[in-house]
């Protein structure tokens, strides 16, 4: 067997929502597609019913009445997990303290009735291809956690599953060794191809492993999209503050042109309504030299971070403007600065008042 | 000085509810192998008393071995799964039959046995077999068993390990199997000690479900201290000490090891 | 099949055991109860006749004694097994824990080489005092046998609860000033009051319903495990045998679940 064809189901999630037995809603009725060999990754903070998502197309639980989960078009909205040949990696990795690494790992074959010699092939493959060399015979509480993390991996996916369900399988670890594993994960989700949902409230986690990413807020999808979209095009205000930094500007529209204390913005595209809550990436405004633009404002204070440098500019707008300057740029606390802001940098927000 | 004065006290306080727990023991393991107790050891070393203790009692010894064995093996079968649905069902149901399992070690085994007796004592041929003894036993050990058991799960991640095997595709039989007893090991291997334990030395209820053919241990030996010189007596109660130490050793050595980790 | 199921059929053979061979039986045992001349009354006959009344109270004085004396003996060497490392130590904690799987008959067989005709206690005091000195078949015998029953188990469940004693809370009562007496009383047993009543209520209970013990030392000991057995046995009086273990049931049912509730945790006789 060859672990890297691609391979897994296209998924639709239909109407799936979950109200528990004590009348809590967890997640109101959604719908998704998921296609196949993608990477869709459900983002958001906790209790925003990402994970509730994630265990209805698990099998782990049932959606409410008339929620269905099918996968490359077949129903399996009725059939528990052990039934639905899904790979799931848990947020406590789930690792059975009986078994050996290499156990574990095959058990899930053998559960198929592949023979010892197959089976053992194919557990070396996944081995190699986890970097698990040499603990094959360890005892699970013999791990690191990154160890544990792989096994876990390599568990989920030996069964050749429809889809690879991924709950916050970083969390459990610190924080160097969760960005060293990402791109690991990274990696082998693309050289498997396989299907994948993938639970994390980190959003440079979401960023950089999801094809697709899912926000989520209270039990609702906030929306759908590719990291790109979701970074510069946010669908609103609460995507926008939770995926990177973001300065909301709530202001008067006139003549296509942000009317801020500090001076006008022209913003692209129409915009018609007389008031707007615009969104502007700290990184996309620049520090000119105040004659030059039409807006400034004063320097209140400056982080030096390393590779930059986050500069707040307060009377510019009507809350202190965040700005992230590139690390060679001099400027002193109470100096008047420009602001310089492309036009297509600004996004115009939907007014939920 | 104060502090000397203290701990000598409460040292030779401690040897002495030492003493009273041993000595009796020490003297009853001494006249079992003592030719003549009111003579004292003296009078010389036999195991003359040994040999007629199996002479007489054999069958009790190793009836009451079987039914040790028989009421462990039900407790197995029985007490294992039910004490991983009622930690993995929960709630008002599960405390409730938790709570009628263990009712048997607050009422008095007399009790028991009596309501066993006005239940059972009509069927004649279950009354005078060793089953009739072997379901007071069950009934008796059981909460040990479950509880033990119950309380391995408690420590383990029962939840994540059900799922996770599900999550490959074991069936909810297969998880049992491979995952949840394997993992529940330390609580069936004490609880199973356990169970043998209070078998072997169960007396309450087996005096008043035993008949003549039906014979156990403990009540061999109240036929013996009640009908048989001392010494016989002592020498059958030494063969008693010598099954069940191992037991409570093992029992010990698996609390500590449990403690330490 | 679903998991739901399975964990319904692994409970199934534990409820046709326990309905089969206890629930059964105790609800049998209550009915008859009721069965007898008396009807109905024969529950209140426990309180009502006088000669059950009194052994009920003998019953209760001795396990009553049992309790006290074993609490006091249990928490001193409990107490001092925990805090001091000697050589020795492990010999006498495990020489002290041992009898707790000796049934009753045994120790009702211990409690006689010491006390009974032939006993250590009769062959030193006969030499020393010229007088033979033999109770172990009287009510001290069996309370001499309790004690050795029940002292084992309430040393375990003390030195547990002392080890999770927080030494700090020792140290603070000190550097205010308490002397050990002070701190023993302030602080040490108030933070083993729930281990002394939960093991309490088991050496109470167990005491009441103990049946090998007394049956070894004699059939004449006025308790009530003694009385249920020979109005079983000898009178074959159904009715009032079960009248009388079903209020013996209730009354260490019920010292459990006190304890239970006051401690919150679980407590049981056993034995």
């Known amino acids: 067997m060859n672990m890297m064809t691609r391979h897994g189901a296209a998924l639709k999630i239909e109407n799936c929502g979950k109200t528990f037995a004590d009348g809590t809603c967890a997640l109101a009725r959604a719908t998704l597609d998921i296609g196949q060999s993608e990477t869709l990754v459900l983002l958001g903070p906790s209790g925003c019913g990402k994970t509730t998502l994630l265990r209805i197309v698990a099998g782990l639980e049932t959606p409410d009445g008339g929620g269905r989960v099918l996968f490359d078009g077949k129903d399996l909205t009725r059939q528990p997990i052990e039934k639905r040949n899904v790979g799931m990696v848990f947020q406590s990795y789930a690792l059975f303290p009986n078994m050996s690494v290499a156990e574990n790992i095959g058990y899930g074959l053998k559960l198929r009735g592949l023979p010892k010699a197959e089976r053992a092939a194919q557990v070396a493959e996944l081995v190699a291809l986890t970097n698990l060399g040499g603990l094959e015979d360890r005892r699970i509480d013999q791990l690191s956690g990154g160890q544990r993390q792989r096994v876990a991996l390599a568990r989920a996916v030996a069964i050749r599953p429809s889809v690879l369900l991924l709950d916050e399988p970083l969390t459990a670890l610190d924080a160097a060794l969760r960005e060293r594993l990402r791109g690991e994960l990274n990696d082998l989700l693309r050289k498997l191809g396989i299907t994948a949902i993938y639970v994390t409230h980190d959003q440079a986690e979401a960023m950089e492993l999801g094809d697709r990413i899912v926000v989520m807020r209270k039990g609702a999808i906030a929306q759908i999209g590719t990291p790109r979209e979701i970074y510069f095009t946010p669908a609103n205000r609460f995507v926008a503050e939770f995926v990177g930094a973001a300065n909301i500007v709530e202001a008067p529209i006139e003549g296509g042109e942000l009317i801020l204390p500090g001076g006008r913005v022209p913003v692209a595209g129409p915009a018609t309504m007389s008031r707007a809550v615009a969104m502007v990436r700290p990184e996309t405004i620049a520090i000119a030299d105040a004659a030059t633009t039409g807006l400034a404002g004063i320097v209140d204070g400056v982080r030096f971070a390393g590779d930059r440098q986050r500069i707040i500019v307060r009377d510019a707008a009507s809350l202190p403007l965040a700005v992230d300057a590139p690390n060679t740029i001099k400027v002193r606390t109470g100096e008047r600065v420009g602001l310089s802001i492309p036009p297509d940098a600004i996004r115009l927000l939907p007014d939920e008042g | 000085m104060r502090n000397r004065i203290l701990f000598t006290l409460q040292f030779l306080f401690t040897l002495l509810v030492a003493a009273f727990l041993a000595v009796p023991a020490g003297l009853s393991i001494a006249a079992g192998v003592t030719v003549n107790y009111f003579r004292g050891i003296q009078s010389g070393v036999t195991l003359q008393w040994v040999a007629q203790v199996w002479e007489l009692y054999a069958g009790t010894i190793l009836a009451s071995i079987l039914i040790a064995v028989g009421t462990l093996a039900v407790t197995l079968v029985v007490g294992v799964p039910a004490a991983y649905a009622l930690y993995v069902r929960g709630g008002r149901l599960a405390r409730v039959v938790e709570e009628i399992i263990t009712l048997p070690l607050a009422i008095p085994g007399l009790a028991i046995a009596l309501a066993l007796l006005l239940t059972y004592g009509g069927f004649g041929s279950f009354r005078r077999s060793w089953l009739f003894i072997l379901a007071g036993h069950v009934i008796f050990t059981m909460p040990f068993m479950v509880r033990s058991v119950m309380a391995v799960l408690a420590t383990i991640d029962v939840k994540s390990l059900d799922e996770g095997a599900a999550s490959v595709g074991a069936s909810p039989w297969r998880r049992f199997v491979d995952v949840i007893v394997p993992n529940a090991a330390p609580g069936i291997l004490a609880g199973s000690l356990m169970v043998v334990t209070l078998s072997l030395g169960e007396f309450n209820l087996t005096w008043m479900l035993h008949t003549p053919l039906t014979k156990t241990l403990p009540v061999g030996l109240a036929d013996s201290y009640a009908s048989m010189r001392l010494e016989v007596a002592s020498a059958y109660t030494l063969i008693f000490f010598v099954m069940i130490i191992p037991l409570l050793v093992a029992m010990q050595w698996i609390g500590e090891r449990g403690h330490s980790r | ?271």
């Open chain 3, 1 to 271: 099949m679903s998991h739901k199921s399975f964990v319904w059929m692994c409970l199934l053979p534990l409820a046709a055991v326990t309905a089969a061979f206890f629930v059964l039986p105790m609800a049998h045992l209550l009915v008859t109860g009721a069965e007898g001349p008396r009807g109905l009354p024969e529950y209140l006959a426990i309180i009502a006749d006088p000669r059950y009344r009194a052994t009920l109270l003998n019953t209760v004085l001795l396990a009553a004694a049992t309790t006290v004396a074993t609490l006091i003996a249990a928490t001193i060497t409990g107490l001092f097994l925990q805090r001091h490392r000697f050589p020795g130590r492990a010999v006498m904690i495990a020489i002290l824990t041992f009898p707790l799987a000796f049934p009753g008959v045994v120790i009702g067989f211990m409690i006689i080489l010491l006390a009974g005709r032939q006993g250590t206690i009769g062959d030193v005091s006969s030499r020393l005092l010229g007088d033979k000195i033999v109770f172990a078949y009287s009510i001290y015998g069996l309370f001499l046998g309790y004690l050795y029953f029940s002292i084992p188990r309430v040393i375990l469940t003390i030195m547990a609860a002392a080890q999770k004693l927080d030494p700090s809370l020792e140290e603070a009562a000190r550097s205010l000033g308490a002397s050990p007496w002070a701190v023993l009383r302030d602080v040490v047993l108030p933070a083993l009051a729930p281990a002394l009543v939960a093991s309490g209520a088991i050496a109470f209970a167990t005491a009441m319903g103990a049946f090998g013990t007394a049956f070894t030392l004699a059939t004449n000991i006025d308790v009530l495990p003694m009385l249920i057995y020979t109005e079983f046995t000898l009178a074959g009086n159904l009715a009032t045998s079960a009248a009388l273990s079903v209020g013996l049931g209730v009354m260490t049912w019920l010292i459990l679940a006190l304890a239970r509730t006051f401690t919150g945790n679980s407590v049981a006789a056993a034995g």
